[in-house]
């Protein structure tokens, strides 16, 4: 078992529940990165309000 691997599946798996994730609509790699980045901000500013 790779230490800490459980952090990388955790932030996979939330990332998962976005419903844009849930398939490939990007043409762009870019866009689909961008999308990543709005999950993530989301994620982080209702852990910071909590």
């Known amino acids: 078992v790779i230490p800490r691997r459980w952090v990388v599946e955790r932030t996979f798996a939330w990332l998962s529940r976005s419903r844009r994730f849930a398939r490939d609509y ?3 790699p870019e866009t689909g990165e961008a999308m ?3 999950a993530m901000s989301r994620i982080m500013l209702r ?3 909590a």
């Open 47 to 49: 852990r910071i309000a």
């Open 26 to 28: 990007e043409r762009l």
């Open 36 to 38: 990543i980045h709005a």
